[in-house]
């Protein structure tokens, strides 16, 4: 396993975003919606250094590939509480196409947040099939398939510390 982003980059990185993310909600109550699995590492980080009153939720999706491949969402597990009204943070642990967090923000929109950011720990630019405004992204990296820090290969790897890549 090569290692693309290592611990210390990672939380130094992570660090900063909480920073911002302190200063633009200014002790409000934020609701972090964690995209499972792969945002739980980066969610955690990001929670436990911002001293607002933050909220979890979770909502769990995937793309199913029909006849052609227009990469369409599906929700295997839905969130269960109220978020009308709220100050949203959809946390994701990688933007690759942009199909799945498109796909959230207008779900989640239809809700009626009071506001709604999206963080997302990675994204890779050079994939992307729809433009997608994303608020805080960690790194950006090129066209590489990574895993650890919650990101998988079969479900394998999410448990490493640092982001690396299968050659
Ligand atoms: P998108 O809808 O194409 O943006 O896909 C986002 C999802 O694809 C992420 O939430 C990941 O679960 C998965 N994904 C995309 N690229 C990678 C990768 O390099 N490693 C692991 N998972 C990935
Ligand atoms: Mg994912």
New binding site residues.
């Given amino acids: 396993m090569d290692i693309l982003i290592n611990e210390e980059k990672l939380q130094k990185r992570i660090q900063e975003i909480a920073k911002e993310i302190e200063k633009e909600y200014e002790g409000k109550q934020i609701l972090f919606l964690g995209?499972l699995k792969?945002s739980v590492p980066f969610l955690w980080e990001l929670a436990k250094n911002i001293k607002n009153d933050i909220r979890f939720e979770f909502i769990e999706v995937s793309?199913y590939q029909g006849t052609e491949s227009t990469g369409k969402i599906k929700i295997n597990k839905d969130i269960t509480q109220s978020i009308t009204g709220k100050d949203v943070i959809i946390v994701?642990?990688?933007?690759?196409?942009?199909?799945?967090?498109t796909f959230l923000k207008q779900y989640i929109l239809e809700k009626k947040p009071n506001s709604l950011k999206i963080a997302a720990l990675l994204s890779?630019p050079s994939r992307r099939v729809i433009e997608i405004d994303v608020d805080h992204i960690g790194f950006e990296i090129e066209d590489k398939?990574?895993?650890g820090f919650g990101?998988?290969y079969d479900q394998k790897y999410r448990n490493l510390p640092y982001v690396g890549y299968i050659e």
């Fill in positions: 995209v792969g793309s994701e642990d990688i933007v690759d196409t942009g199909r799945t967090l890779k398939f990574v895993v990101l998988d």
